[in-house]
Each structure stands twice: as C-alpha cells, then as structure tokens.
C-alpha cells in the first residue's frame, strides 16, 4: 500500500469502519510511514468529535466502493477517484480530484436507486493550485451520504453552477459490487 491509497482509507480507519483486509494493511502502512500517522492523528481527533454526535457504534460490517472516472475533454489524468465505506449511517466518502485547475468550486452528489439526490461534500480549487504542476497529489475532500452503499446508482462531480464534470456508476447500477 502506498501512502496515497492509505490517505484515502484513514479518515475511515480512524472511525473504526474499515474492513479487515483493508485495516491490516493500513496499519501495516502506517508502522513505516510517519507522515502518514501524523495524518492519522489528525482524523483521530475528528473522529472523537465525531463520535460525540452520534448514539450507536458506526461500524457495521464495513465494505469499500472505489473507482475512477476521467473528465471528458480535459487533459490526461484529470478526473476523480470515489471511494465509498459502508457505515450504519449510510456511507463515508472520500472525493479525490485530479488535475483540476482553479478557480474552481463544485460538489459531489449522491445519486440513490429510489430518486434521492444527496449533496454529499463540497470542494474548492483555488486560483493557484492544486492543478496539475503544483499538486501531483491533487484535492481530497471527505464527506458522507445518508444513502446506503448498495442504494448508490451513481456518484456525480460537478460545479457549482451545476455542469457535471463526471459521472461514476455506483455498486446499485454495476459500477462493481461492494467487496
């Protein structure tokens, strides 16, 4: 596991709801890569915020989605990669966008199997960054829907203004069954 795969497991690590297969090899990660505990310090005081918030334990047989999509149009390597965990509460997301330049702000929306269409983060791309010469690593934005993971039909990346970038199907419509 590389250190990019393990930033975008460890807001859920850190909630206790990564599968098992998933949490072995992130804390295998994490003993050999110290900026990577730094930021798993970061999320383990969100979720101790978090935890304050919620009544019942998060963690309920967590499965992952994950998957790519390009921008159409735009330059090699452009787009975003989606990456779902199952939770009690619907689902945990992480966006992470690639080679977009900025100014720029959008959202992530959620798109279910019974006509819900969830905004589920938001995002914002400066005037400087975070294009494709400045960060390789590009924007990581977390959020979270209310729709469960198998309910997912697709996931939507778009502007603010409301033009879809990209479309990802989900596990609901053959993007790939959660593990």
């Known amino acids: 596991m590389d250190c990019q795969q393990a930033r975008s497991d460890l807001a859920v690590h850190a909630l206790g709801a990564l599968g098992a297969e998933d949490r072995d090899q992130v804390e295998r990660h994490l003993l050999r890569c110290g900026a990577c505990r730094a930021a798993r310090a970061e999320f383990g005081e969100l979720a101790g915020m978090l935890s304050t918030l919620r009544s019942g334990p998060l963690r309920t047989g967590a499965a992952t989605f994950r998957a790519w999509a390009a921008v159409t149009g735009a330059p090699p390597g452009t787009g975003a990669m989606v990456t779902a965990h199952r939770t009690g509460w619907g689902c945990a997301l992480v966006l992470e966008l690639r080679g977009l330049t900025?100014?720029?702000?959008?959202?992530?929306r959620v798109l279910g199997d019974n006509g819900v269409r969830?905004?589920?983060?938001?995002w914002s791309v400066p005037a400087d960054g975070p294009g494709p010469s400045r960060s390789p690593e590009g924007l990581r934005v977390h959020g979270g829907s209310s729709v469960r993971l198998e309910r997912i039909m697709a996931f939507e990346v778009e502007t603010a203004g409301g033009r879809r970038l990209?479309?990802?199907?989900g596990p609901a419509r053959g993007g790939g069954p959660p593990p």
Do not use: K
């Not at 990209?166 to 199907?169: S, T």
């Open 102 to 108: 900025g100014p720029q702000t959008g959202r992530l």
């Open 166 to 169: 990209l479309r990802v199907p």
């Open 118 to 122: 969830e905004t589920a983060a938001g």
